[in-house]
């Protein structure tokens, strides 16, 4: 069965403290693993794609990568804009729906 | 360029009734994903219709459809309603089928008494 565990469930950073989140997944064959941003009240919004182990994707101060079991998302000197929360999510090889963490709630603190 | 939009945003029901939720997908988009998203349980899939055909549909009863017309437009209808079904039911469009790029509307918060 496939299934996405994210961990932790919520992290509190000062501003500039980096960290990272870790979202470990088992899956019938990977064809993407996405990284998701939701604020309260609204959908999430897409942030990242994927595709095999070592690839690596960057935006602004956040930094996904992925091996084999699992995936990180990196968060470099974080400001408080960035709270919100981060779900991870796979999709196997036969392309059926998205399967979701329950994802990790960032609150970024000046 | 108009987002996904979704309509009721906010609604309460009483046990037994039914719902039916709307979603307007971007312009172009001709895939349109419901999901259901609780506290317990996160996100969960409904389904998905591309082109007017369900190409997938996740594990919930029979009381849960939808349908997609011609213009894109989806709806999803809950009959019966339960106590459980209280959550809020995320619409998400994309270009193509079974992809996990998706575009997320803001949501519809159903409460279920």
């Known amino acids: 069965e496939d299934q996405v565990t994210q961990s932790p469930e919520a992290l509190r950073l000062q501003e500039g403290e980096s960290s990272s989140l870790n979202c470990s997944y088992t899956?019938?064959?990977?064809?993407?693993l996405f990284w998701y941003r939701q604020d309260p009240g609204k959908g999430p919004e897409f942030l990242f794609t994927?595709?095999?182990a070592g690839e690596e994707k960057e935006k602004e101060r956040l930094k996904a990568t992925l091996t084999k079991k699992e995936s990180f998302l990196h968060i470099t000197a974080p400001k408080p804009e960035d709270s919100a929360t981060y779900l991870c999510?796979?999709?196997?090889?036969?392309?059926?729906?998205?399967?979701f963490g329950k994802g990790t709630t960032l609150s970024v603190s000046s | 360029k108009a987002g996904v939009t979704q309509t009721p945003r906010y609604l309460i029901k009483t046990r037994g009734q039914q719902v039916t939720l709307s979603c307007s997908p971007i312009s172009g988009h001709r895939s349109v994903s419901w999901y259901q998203q609780t506290p317990g349980q996160g996100l969960q899939f409904l389904f998905e219709y591309f082109s007017e055909t369900q190409r997938n549909k996740g594990n919930f009863p029979g009381r849960f459809s939808g349908r997609q017309f011609s213009n894109s437009r989806s709806e999803m209808n809950v009959s019966t309603l339960e106590l459980g079904d209280s959550a809020l039911y995320l619409c998400a469009s994309s270009l193509e089928t079974s992809t996990g790029e998706l575009f997320f509307g803001e949501g519809s918060r159903l409460t279920v008494l």
């Open positions: 999510a796979v999709q196997n090889q036969a392309g059926t729906a998205l399967i």
């Open positions: 994927l595709y095999s």
């Open positions: 899956v019938s064959g990977l064809r993407g």
